[in-house]
């Protein structure tokens, strides 16, 4: 629709009272400049994690498709405050339920995919000159209940009303200025990058920058959504996430990223015959485990058997542990060793593909640190490393000044970033 915009506002960025009123402010402001708004939410504050506690509490491993029940409510209750808000403001806002709204996903329940987005409803409040609330994070599946759409999903959900709705711009407001050369919390001299192509900003949430979710990116990039990430708290431009015409420049690396959130599983004596590993990677991928990186080797004079490695989120290493262990007998796999506590560090980079040694040099700095690589990784614009999670602050920072990715101080923020409230 014509002049129509998304704005997306994080869980910082409604977390209490005063920071509702302000996004309702926003939000109204946006409509008083003549377009029609869809705002998306998401839960406020830490209300996600408190609902997971709670589910935990009464049950080792919740039902998923009664956690997803429980944690939808979440985004709700900011949607229904925040429609309060504006009527306050003296124009009229509907909330809706990612149901209600029209969001079709697949039945896999804690990290569904959005199969479609039936926007008649939407469409028909906008057109009644309402502003629209849509609960982000979750939809409705094929088979008629609630689903969510995995941690950080409420980016996704903007995205696909922004395609759906053919809106002009996804703005994706949160408690940071934009998108940075890395997390800002890790290094409070990261530049903020003005734009980026969206093979950057794929490979850069692929490699844990959180503050936009992966399949966002890819649901952008897909359907030609233009992802505006910008400051809830100021009124300055942050990031525009653009296809790869539209930017100019490549520098050799943009940013470093970092996860803390990987778990490594060994499997030990793993028989070395055709169809082994494709029986191991097939059960993970039917139990919707994501694996990241893989290494196989043969220990010297073992004969006819292999090690495996691989690294998965943790959240997800109780589901491959069961999977694993269902099979190992069949297979004959002696053991399986989990090692939950590491972390992962990248550096991404458009420019990398035309340059030779950037890994070399990568490899030098984590060694200068004393830093322990356990694995690594590549893509044509990317360099991987999986390190022990303690190491993670560290080896961004090293990386982050080896690269000189602070820029000479004309491109810099006004001032560094500082966490809200500090
Ligand atoms: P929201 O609740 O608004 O969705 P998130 O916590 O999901 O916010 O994402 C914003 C956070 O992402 C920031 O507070 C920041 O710590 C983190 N982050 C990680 N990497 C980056 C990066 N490269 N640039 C900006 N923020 C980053
Ligand atoms: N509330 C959900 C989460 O905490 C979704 C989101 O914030 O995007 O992951
Ligand atoms: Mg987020």
Known sequence: MPGTIVMKFGGTSVADAERLRNAARRIVQKREQGQRVVAVLSARGKTTDELIAMAEEVSPAPAPRELDMLLSAGER?????????INDLGHRAISMTGSQAGIVTDTSHTKARILDVRADRIRSALEEDSIVLVAGFQGVSTARD?????????????????????????????????????????????????????EEMLEMAASGAGVLQLRSVEYARNHGVRIHCRSSFEDRPGTVVVSEIETMEHPLITAVTHSTGEAR?????????????????GALADADVNVDMIIQSEPAGEGSSAEVSFTVPRDDL????????????????????????????SIVGAGMRSHPGVAAKVFTVLGDEEINIEMISTSPIKISCVIGGEHVPRAVRALHSAFELSGDGTEQPEEPFRPPGQ
């Open 77 to 85: 209750i900011s949607c229904a405050l925040c429609a309060m808000a």
């Open 146 to 198: 609630v689903t969510t759409l995995g941690r950080g999903g409420s980016d996704t959900t903007a995205v696909a009303v922004a395609a759906a709705l053919e809106a002009e711009v996804c703005e994706i407001y949160t408690d940071v200025a934009g998108v940075y050369s890395a997390d800002p919390r890790i290094v409070p001299q990261a530049r903020l990058l003005p734009v980026l192509s969206f």
């Open 265 to 281: 599983v060994t499997l030990l004596g793993v028989p070395d015959k055709p169809g082994v590993a494709a029986r191991i990677f």
């Open 318 to 345: 109780r589901v491959s542990r069961q999977t694993l262990e269902g099979l190992a007998p069949e297979l004959g796999i002696s053991s399986i060793v989990t090692d939950e506590e590491m972390g992962k560090v």
